[in-house]
């Protein structure tokens, strides 16, 4: 009988881990450099990133996107009210069918503010230093013939 001499397929494992450890220890600092280099960059973005995305950047472009929106809701709401009460006007000039009635009225409409109205519902004169976009404005009108 003849004698193998060979490896077995623990063998070769065993020595594939230890090739692998050695190419490791071997690699190690060169891969530890890259990644100082390559964190500082990223740690700098990051850095930027977060000012740029932060929650108070987001808060105040929030703030002025409102501000545009309240007030364009307030011109749309003026100009609103004002064709309305043209309309309501045209609509008491416009001269009468029955020949009974006169042929012109002249009647119109006096609108004037009268104050706020307060959370109990109430009208309060409005004060110099009051922020109007968030109430509610209590308007006067005087029918005039």
């Not at 077995?8 to 280099?37: T, W």
């Not at 990223?42 to 929106?69: G, H, T």
């Not at 749309?76 to 009468?96: F, T």
Request: charged share 25%; glycine share 4%.
């Amino acid at each position: 009988m003849t004698k193998r001499i060979g490896l077995s397929v623990v063998g070769y494992a065993i020595i594939l881990i230890i090739i692998l450890a050695f190419v490791m220890i071997i690699s190690a600092p060169m891969l530890v450099e890259d990644l100082g280099k390559d964190g500082k960059k990223n740690n700098q973005e990051e850095v930027a990133n977060e000012e740029v995305n932060s929650p108070e950047n987001d808060y105040n472009r929030y703030l002025d996107e409102n501000l545009i929106n309240i007030t364009d809701e307030m011109h749309n709401m003026e100009n609103r009210l004002s064709s309305r009460i043209d309309n309501l006007e045209m609509q008491q000039n416009v001269p009468p069918q029955s020949p009974v009635e006169p042929s012109h009225i002249s009647d119109s409409y006096i609108c004037k503010i009268e104050g706020v109205q307060n959370e109990y519902g109430n009208t309060v004169p409005i004060a110099r230093d009051a922020d109007l976009s968030t109430q509610k404005i209590v308007f006067v009108c005087e029918y005039k013939k």
